[in-house]
């Protein structure tokens, strides 16, 4: 299935419920006009008029109805087919995609699916009012471009990024300077499950990926930088694409100076 063609099918059909409505609108006006200065004669024709126009109008709705029925939304977000025109306009776009699962693609920091089982389109958990690829996509690249403008707090963020780590050390034992996989870093950082709704793991890659970049000009209050290395287990990786639009796993992280 594919709702581009849908979507084109249902075009004609619109257009001539638009043209109905005018028809309806026009010679209601002109039904009440006839009222008014009392021309029974223009007034039974109007009348005439309006009630042909709904029946027509009627019949414009009908169509559109019949091709919205026609649709079957269940079997397109079930199957393939949406993901599959997701990945084709994010090509088309320009636009970072990675699968991460089956069913469950990254389009970084966001994770996107379908829920089939409530015909819902899926950013991050949460049900979006589209299931057109073309806005799905759109949809994602501005929630991406307003994460972009937002004021990022370096300084404050290595420091909390840096308490983690120190307290996560000092609870296991661990070597000091040497690296820490960044999920036990994170949840050190976010102890609360109902904190970590507020600022999920991929929020935390984000800020990751912000980061990145300027790791070797950005220093903790105590004078060290963070390094960050890869992981053995990609599944447990953040991936970002770094300044070069290298992509990177990057599943450790320690502070050293």
């Known amino acids: 299935m594919d709702y581009e063609s849908f979507y084109e099918a249902v075009q004609p059909e619109e257009k001539n419920f638009k043209d109905k409505t005018a028809a309806l609108t026009k010679a209601s006006k002109a039904m009440i006009k006839a ?3 009392g021309d029974y004669k223009t ?5 005439d008029t309006l009630n042909n126009t709904i029946n027509d109008l009627q019949a414009a709705a009908d169509a559109i109805n019949a091709e919205i ?3 079957d ?3 397109y977000l079930q199957g393939s087919d949406f993901m599959d025109q997701v990945l084709a306009e994010c090509e088309k776009q320009g636009i970072d995609v990675v699968q991460k699962e089956t069913g469950k693609y990254e389009m970084f920091p966001y994770i996107v699916s379908t829920d089939a ?5 899926v950013i991050d958990r949460k049900a979006v009012p589209t299931v057109r690829p073309s806005v799905f996509v759109d949809t994602v690249r501005t929630r991406q471009e307003k994460l972009n403008a937002m004021n990022f707090k370096a300084e404050s963020f290595i420091n909390e990024l840096a308490a983690a780590y120190d307290s996560f050390i000092k609870k296991s034992g661990k070597s000091k300077d040497g690296y820490l996989g960044q999920n036990s870093v994170y949840k050190e950082m976010v102890p609360m499950a109902r904190l970590r709704k507020e600022y999920d793991v991929q ?3 984000y800020d990751i990926a912000r980061l990145y970049p300027i790791r070797e000009t950005t220093y903790t209050k105590d004078g060290r930088r963070v390094d960050f290395g890869p992981s053995k287990n ?3 990786a953040i991936r970002i694409l770094d300044e070069n639009g290298t992509e990177r796993y990057l599943g450790e992280i320690r502070f050293y100076k």
């Open 69 to 71: 029925a026609g649709f």
């Open 234 to 236: 990609i599944g447990s």
């Open 35 to 37: 009222l008014e200065s």
């Open 43 to 47: 007034l039974k024709k109007t009348a």
């Open 117 to 121: 089982v409530n015909d819902n389109a």
């Open 203 to 205: 929020a935390f890659a």
């Open 73 to 75: 939304l269940h079997a």
